[in-house]
């Protein structure tokens, strides 16, 4: 009994330990999501000195007008979107990874978010809603209904016997591409304005950022991540699998379908916003799992920071390639996601997942 308080006492100590620096790591994303923030505003055509941009924030009132309306207007709203498109992906990413055991998923990579360009691109075609009386909404309620779709779809495809993570990457791929193809027919199909809409959609743009959209983007991560958060412990759960989630109590369907929901919202109106954007969902959560290890409590908010700072820096890198042009959000994350996803399909047959 004296050998055991002692032992007891010492695995408290560390576990508290654990759980300090994890959320140091927490606190110091915060802090590494301001200063991407600072940078985002403070680049671009005709480069902002950072302190003039720090104080046009902390004090618009004082600065010229025109330094008020560039940081205000065009530059701010654009930066906020980045962090919570980024924002919205992580924490769907990581959601997706953990309901799915699959460390390869994300809304791109399993077609979810190629799903959603297909409803959005039937409602600029056609303007078809899926759900009557949709109005303004229709391109995000269409997108949503489809990612939807599409997460059914892996959903009951978990439930066949026998199908591995791989399986799964591949149904999501032939997802994938079955969406694409759709999604060209309907290229083909519209007229010059809607195909400029649909290249929008499939390319990914921060460019029709607005004040509106960051509110609604805002207010879906405010309420998303308590969500996810009030299904911390049975989300840790269900990572030691089916039968030991369910002996301890959690309801393994339920919770999937809930969570399928949720990320496919989440999704959804990312890409009605700015269009596709992948491998932010994939990338995000890997360096949150890496920091913080699988406890839901502190991976969730971790991956949700990290890829709102992935896809700031990136949104930065889209203005700095070629002086006076700003590329397509999308095109920078490919490229460097698809490195990352490759290195990551060779370390899982290296352990041979």
Not at 8 to 19: E, F, I, V
Not at 246 to 264: F, K, M, P
Not at 326 to 342: E, K, S
Request: charged share 10%.
């Amino acid at each position: 009994m004296a050998a055991t308080l002692p032992m007891t006492a010492t695995a408290t100590g560390d576990y508290r330990r654990r759980n300090a620096r994890r959320l140091k790591l927490v606190l110091i994303g915060v802090v590494a999501l301001a200063v991407a923030l600072a940078l985002d505003v403070s680049i671009g055509p005709g480069n902002l000195p950072l302190g003039d941009v720090l104080r046009t924030l902390v004090d618009p009132q004082s600065a010229a007008p025109r330094l008020s309306v560039i940081v205000w207007d065009l530059r701010l709203p654009i930066a906020l979107m980045a962090m919570a498109v980024g924002a919205m992906l992580g924490l769907s990413g990581a959601g997706m990874q953990t309901i799915l055991a699959n460390p390869l998923a994300d809304p791109f990579t399993l077609g979810v978010s190629a799903a959603a360009t297909v409803g959005a691109s039937v409602a600029i075609v056609f303007g078809w809603s899926v759900i009557p009386g949709a109005g303004p909404y229709i391109v995000t309620v269409n997108a949503f209904i489809f990612a939807l779709a599409a997460s059914l779809v892996l959903f009951f495809m978990t439930k066949l016997r026998g199908v591995s993570p791989e399986t799964m990457i591949l149904v999501g791929i032939a997802l994938l591409f079955t969406c694409n193809a759709i999604t060209a027919l309907l290229q083909y199909r519209s007229n010059e304005v809607q195909l400029t809409q649909i290249v929008f959609w499939t390319l990914g743009s921060l460019a029709r950022a607005s004040w509106e959209k960051v509110g609604v983007a805002a207010l879906l991560i405010a309420l998303a991540l308590p969500f996810f958060l009030m299904r911390g412990w049975a989300l840790t759960a269900l990572r030691l699998g089916d039968e030991r989630a369910e002996s301890l109590g959690v309801r393994v369907d339920r919770l999937r379908l809930e969570i399928l929901i949720a990320t496919s919202l989440l999704a959804a109106v990312s890409v009605s916003f700015v269009g596709g954007i992948g491998f932010i969902g994939l990338v995000g959560p890997h360096i949150a799992r890496l920091l913080v290890g699988e406890d839901q409590r502190f991976f969730l908010p971790t991956a949700t920071i990290a890829s709102a700072v992935l896809l700031s820096l990136a949104s930065t890198v889209s203005k700095v390639i070629t002086p006076g042009v700003i590329y397509p959000i999308g095109i920078i994350t490919a490229l460097i996601g698809v490195p990352f996803f490759i290195s990551l399909v060779m370390s899982i047959r290296g352990r041979g997942v």
